[in-house]
């Protein structure tokens, strides 16, 4: 019966020291600041509360032991702290600058070429042309931090200086905070690795393998953070607007001369040839198109309306007929033997009115008058 009794407890240990170095593991994970004595005391709750169900005498050993083990895992998983004091301070430099200069392209390969030789490089571009025709650039320069104050200088002898702002944020202790967290994970994440080397049961795993993903996670998370914060703090971005303006020329002499007079006429002159070419070349379209209608008319149309509109000639006047006889019922006379009478010489007292004289049937030789009549 002894040998029994001594046989469970020694099955139980394992469990025991897993259940306590997954509570040693969280609390690690949690915060930077924890220390190894509260490790140890959170490790002996979990045997402790273990110890209830079992045997009193072999659990109290096991407890013992899980919670010597458990101590000692603490110890090895918790990261030493960081000193503020003596950590390299860490500070993130902006500026933005306007300067208004009097060639864009030009004042930005200077402020290229200064970002270069100091170190730095040129990031975001953005050039564009406002409604007189100036150029307005925006441009992103990083340059090394012990070199900021320098290139900023010799930005803002560029040029005419329109605006500026500077702006400096200590990130020291976002820095430290970060870089102990970081040591904190990879500790917790060293740990259970360990402990999924000595695990035997699957479930076990399987926990384990959870918890380190999360650590794995958040480490990543921190570094990244990490990155961020040493990127922006060991190079100062300075935001460059460059405004380009025309050189006004001041003027000599009020009083325009000779030559004044005829360069504004020869300007006036060109002016106007410039404008009338333009004005050409503008009704030009307009004028092919006017043409090629009126000889499309000119040819197909208009010759179509003078034959249909052409006047028919004038007919000569009829002359007036003579009334047709009736035709005789009776056969023709013979022909007389006599012949015929001369005309009278002696013009007719009555005109008629056809131009002709007008002749009765017994005055025509050879024409018998017709019954009936006198």
């Known amino acids: 019966m002894r040998t029994r009794r001594s046989a469970r407890p020694a099955h139980a240990v394992p469990g025991l020291l897993l259940a306590a170095a997954l509570a040693l593991a969280g609390c690690s994970g949690a915060g930077s600041s924890s220390d190894s004595s509260a490790s140890d005391d959170k490790a ?9 169900g079992a045997e009193e005498g072999a659990k109290g050993g ?4 899980g919670a010597a083990g458990s101590s000692a895992d603490g110890s090895r998983a918790t990261a030493p702290p ?6 390299t301070s860490h500070v993130i430099r902006t500026a933005e600058l306007t300067v208004r200069v009097q060639d864009a392209p030009t004042a930005l390969a200077d402020a290229r070429t200064t970002t270069e030789n100091a170190g730095g490089y040129v990031g975001d571009e953005n050039t564009r042309q406002d409604t007189e025709g100036h150029e ?10 012990e070199k900021y104050d320098e290139v900023l200088a010799d930005l803002e002898g560029s040029g005419e200086l329109v605006e500026r702002s500077a702006k400096a944020e200590d990130v020291t202790d976002q820095v430290v905070d970060v870089e102990s967290r970081i040591r904190t994970q990879r500790a917790s994440a060293a740990r259970i690795r360990e402990l999924m080397d000595r695990a035997t049961r699957l479930s076990d795993v399987v926990t384990l393998e959870g918890e380190l993903s999360t650590r794995q996670a958040d480490l990543e998370a921190l570094l990244a953070r990490q990155a961020s914060l040493e990127d922006r703090a060991s190079l100062a971005t300075i935001t460059l607007t460059l405004s380009e303006t025309r050189v006004e020329q001041n003027a000599q ?7 004044d007079a005829l360069a504004g006429g020869w300007d006036a002159f060109m002016t106007m040839l410039r404008w009338l070419a333009v004005a050409i070349g503008a009704a030009l379209p307009f004028a092919v198109v006017a043409a090629l209608l009126a000889l499309l008319w000119r040819r ?5 309306l003078r034959r249909r509109t052409r006047p028919a000639p004038a007919s000569p006047p009829v002359p007036a007929s003579r009334p047709a006889s009736r035709p005789s019922s ?6 007389s033997s006599r012949p015929a009478s001369r005309p009278s010489s002696r013009p007719s007292s009555r ?9 009765t049937p017994e005055e025509v030789p050879g024409e018998a008058p017709e019954p009936g009549t006198k």
Do not use: E
Not at 62 to 65: F, K, P, S
């Open 351 to 359: 005109p008629s009115s056809a131009g002709t004289t007008a002749r």
């Open 136 to 145: 307005l650039t925006r441009v992103v320069l990083r340059v090394p931090a």
């Open 300 to 304: 197909a149309v208009r010759p179509g």
């Open 62 to 65: 096991a407890a013992r032991d």
């Open 44 to 52: 002996a709750v979990a045997p402790a509360d273990a110890q209830g």
């Open 330 to 335: 009776r056969p023709a006379s013979r022909p």
């Open 82 to 87: 960081v000193d503020r004091n003596t950590a």
């Open 253 to 259: 002499d009020d009083d325009p001369g000779f030559l």
